[in-house]
């Protein structure tokens, strides 16, 4: 009767301890037997195979030694003779096990210990995976938890199911957080360690936001209205650019909500965080317009290119658009992916006097002609002397003050100085070194020559080794700023399609590559953005 207490018990035990730590019933049992194992293997000899089974309907427990059949024992511990298995199995065969049943045994104290270990360390094992499982798919969403320590400012939150960590940088400024306070957070990310799953949590990440406005306005969650970018600075401002699919639905008005009840539940939850919602647009020009609200602006030039954009403000805007230690202005290009740089119109007129006294100066000194024409060249929309040499001669002609004689005269001068130019440069090509089969590449000029010449880039095989991002320059973004690093022909007006084209003929010429390389590129891109058309189909 006692046995079958003990046996119950055993059950009881496993499946309590099955319900606490929410995992299997049988990953608890299996951790029972391990431990009855270590603890019989301690008594019966550690090298001896032994297994544990428990029965977990009834709860009985069958121990037994498991022995290898071999044709010659080496090790009785462990292997049995072919003959003697033959005698309890007909049918054994070498490499089968014979089981032989054991006793069952009472624990000793060491005994028991080390068993409460192993099932200890099984459970926690088990409870880790099945922590990590259920958490790896929650990567993206809020949870809801109850801080359970700080940690070093850390802080650490009992998810219910599982323990997350708050770190410092990804709390709120000047958000404090004591035992027992309910928080919510955004999981951004779960990984293994070695003292178990680390369910990361942020509440600075910008998706935070993202999920709480979902939370917050029906119209997001059922995909009417779309956030397409977020900038924040926690704690403090943040921009948020929605778009409506429902040209009745006005987007802005549905984020703030009636009396701005929507907006101030996500301001409440982050720590009164200012938020402005931003109508997006597709024009990248209307688009961060409407980033630096609420100064107003007065003109945009766009360098495509670059992505860069230049914005004209009055000057009584400029604190404003700029703002507070430039907040404003770098939200918006967060949110817009624009780097932006602002002047007032005063500065603005300033720098479009500087070029024009420069393009006066540069033609006056190589068409040898005085400061009237000049600035009239200027003026015209002239910015460079090959404009002068190569536009049809009309249209010098037919600027005012100018006849065909005059036009005449002007082109051959820019000619005739170009041609100085390109002697010059020639001469101090071949002094670097630079190998003249480099100007059968389309659209090299000497003055790109001489650029290569000076970084040591002589033969066609040192240029076919060239990346594009080394002719024209890249630039790396980081915290919201862009710092750009230029390349050789960064002040020569060269795209990026001009300077992977360039390298291509290079390794073509080299033999690094062939064309039917290049065509076999250009039928599997042909593919892909067939795969995407359907696909966005």
């Given at each position: 009767?006692?046995?079958?207490?003990?046996?119950?018990?055993?059950l009881?035990?496993?499946?309590?301890?099955?319900?606490?730590?929410?995992?299997?019933?049988?990953?608890?049992?299996a951790a029972?037997?391990?431990?009855?194992?270590?603890?019989?293997?301690?008594r019966?000899?550690?090298?001896?195979?032994?297994?544990?089974d428990?029965?977990?309907?009834?709860?009985?427990?069958?121990l037994?030694?498991?022995l290898?059949?071999?044709?010659?024992?080496?090790?009785?511990?462990?292997?049995?003779?072919?003959?003697?298995?033959?005698?309890?199995?007909?049918?054994?065969?070498?490499?089968?096990?014979?089981?032989?049943?054991?006793?069952?045994?009472?624990?000793?104290?060491?005994?028991?210990?080390?068993?409460?270990?192993?099932?200890?360390?099984?459970?926690?094992?088990a409870?880790?995976?099945?922590?990590?499982?259920?958490?790896?798919?929650?990567i993206?969403?809020?949870v809801?938890?109850?801080?359970?320590?700080v940690?070093?400012?850390?802080?650490i939150?009992?998810?219910?199911?599982?323990?997350?960590?708050?770190?410092?940088d990804?709390?709120?400024?000047r958000?404090?957080?004591?035992?027992?306070?309910?928080?919510?957070?955004?999981?951004?990310?779960?990984?293994?360690?070695?003292?178990?799953p680390?369910?990361?949590?942020?509440?600075t990440?910008?998706?935070?936001?993202?999920?709480?406005?979902?939370?917050?306005?029906?119209?997001?969650?059922d995909?009417?209205?779309?956030?397409k970018?977020?900038?924040?600075?926690?704690?403090?401002?943040?921009?948020?650019?929605?778009?409506?699919?429902?040209?009745?639905?006005?987007?802005?008005?549905?984020?703030?909500?009636?009396?701005?009840?929507?907006?101030?539940?996500?301001?409440?939850e982050?720590?009164?965080?200012?938020?402005?919602?931003?109508?997006?647009?597709?024009?990248?020009?209307?688009?961060?317009?409407?980033?630096?609200?609420?100064?107003?602006?007065?003109?945009?030039?766009?360098?495509?290119?670059?992505?860069?954009?230049?914005?004209?403000?009055?000057?009584?805007?400029?604190?404003?658009?700029?703002?507070?230690?430039?907040?404003?202005?770098?939200?918006?290009?967060?949110?817009?992916?624009?780097?932006?740089?602002?002047?007032?119109?005063?500065?603005?007129?300033?720098?479009?006097?500087k070029?024009f006294?420069?393009?006066?100066?540069?033609?006056?000194?190589?068409?040898?002609?005085?400061?009237?024409?000049?600035?009239?060249?200027?003026?015209?929309?002239?910015?460079?002397?090959?404009?002068?040499?190569?536009?049809?001669?009309?249209?010098?002609?037919?600027?005012?003050?100018?006849?065909?004689?005059?036009?005449?005269?002007?082109?051959?001068?820019?000619?005739?100085?170009?041609e100085?130019?390109?002697?010059?440069?020639?001469?101090?090509?071949?002094?670097?070194?630079?190998?003249?089969?480099?100007l059968?590449?389309?659209?090299?000029?000497?003055?790109m020559?001489?650029?290569?010449g000076?970084?040591?880039?002589?033969?066609?095989e040192d240029?076919?080794?060239c990346?594009a991002?080394?002719?024209?320059?890249?630039?790396?973004?980081?915290n919201?700023?862009?710092k750009?690093?230029?390349?050789?022909?960064?002040?020569?007006?060269?795209?990026?399609t001009?300077?992977?084209?360039?390298?291509?003929?290079?390794?073509?010429?080299?033999?690094?590559?062939?064309?039917?390389?290049?065509?076999?590129?250009?039928?599997?891109?042909?593919?892909?953005?067939?795969?995407?058309?359907?696909?966005?189909?």
């Open positions: 009767m006692a046995v079958s207490a003990n046996r119950l018990e055993l009881q035990i496993a499946d309590a301890v099955a319900r606490e730590k929410v995992i299997d019933r049988e990953i608890v049992l029972m037997a391990d431990a009855i194992q270590k603890a019989a293997r301690s019966y000899g550690t090298e001896s195979n032994i297994q544990a428990i029965n977990p309907k009834t709860g009985e427990i069958r037994q030694r498991l290898e059949v071999v044709e010659k024992v080496e090790d009785y511990a462990t292997q049995i003779a072919l003959e003697l298995a033959r005698d309890r199995n007909v049918d054994a065969k070498i490499g089968d096990f014979i089981a032989d049943p054991l006793p069952p045994m009472d624990f000793g104290r060491i005994a028991a210990q080390s068993a409460k270990q192993v099932i200890v360390q099984k459970v926690r094992e409870e880790r995976d099945r922590q990590f499982e259920e958490f790896k798919d929650r993206g969403e809020i809801n938890g109850t801080v359970k320590r940690e070093y400012g850390n802080v939150v009992d998810l219910g199911r599982g323990e997350g960590i708050i770190r410092r990804e709390m709120i400024p958000e404090t957080m004591r035992y027992g306070d309910r928080v919510r957070a955004y999981v951004y990310d779960v990984r293994r360690e070695q003292r178990g680390q369910i990361f949590l942020s509440r990440h910008p998706q935070f936001m993202v999920k709480l406005f979902t939370m917050e306005v029906p119209e997001i969650y995909g009417i209205i779309q956030i970018s977020v900038a924040r600075d926690p704690g403090s401002r943040a921009k948020i650019a929605v778009i409506s699919n429902d040209s009745s639905i006005d987007p802005v008005g549905a984020c703030v909500g009636m009396r701005g009840s929507r907006v101030q539940a996500v301001v409440g982050l720590q009164g965080e200012k938020i402005d919602i931003i109508p997006w647009s597709p024009d990248p020009a209307s688009f961060i317009v409407n980033a630096l609200q609420p100064a107003e602006v007065a003109k945009v030039v766009l360098d495509e290119d670059a992505e860069r954009i230049e914005v004209v403000v009055p000057d009584e805007h400029l604190s404003l658009a700029i703002g507070r230690r430039g907040q404003n202005v770098r939200l918006a290009s967060q949110l817009t992916g624009w780097d932006i740089d602002i002047m007032t119109e005063a500065e603005e007129s300033e720098r479009r006097q070029e006294n420069e393009r006066s100066k540069l033609f006056m000194d190589a068409l040898d002609v005085d400061e009237m024409v000049g600035q009239v060249l200027a003026s015209e929309g002239f910015a460079q002397i090959e404009e002068v040499a190569y536009v049809d001669l009309d249209e010098i002609a037919s600027i005012d003050g100018f006849d065909e004689e005059t036009a005449q005269e002007i082109q051959n001068r820019a000619r005739d100085y170009l100085r130019l390109d002697a010059e440069l020639d001469e101090e090509r071949k002094t670097l070194g630079v190998s003249d089969e480099l059968s590449i389309d659209g090299m000029t000497r003055k020559l001489v650029a290569l000076k970084d040591g880039i002589k033969t066609m240029f076919a080794g990346a991002d080394d002719l024209i320059g890249w630039s790396e973004r980081k919201g700023e862009t750009k690093f230029p390349g050789l022909f960064s002040d020569m007006e060269v795209s990026r001009e300077a992977e084209a360039m390298v291509v003929q290079a390794r073509l010429a080299v033999g690094w590559i062939t064309e039917e390389d290049l065509a076999t590129e250009s039928d599997a891109e042909a593919l892909d953005e067939a795969g995407d058309a359907e696909q966005d189909a």
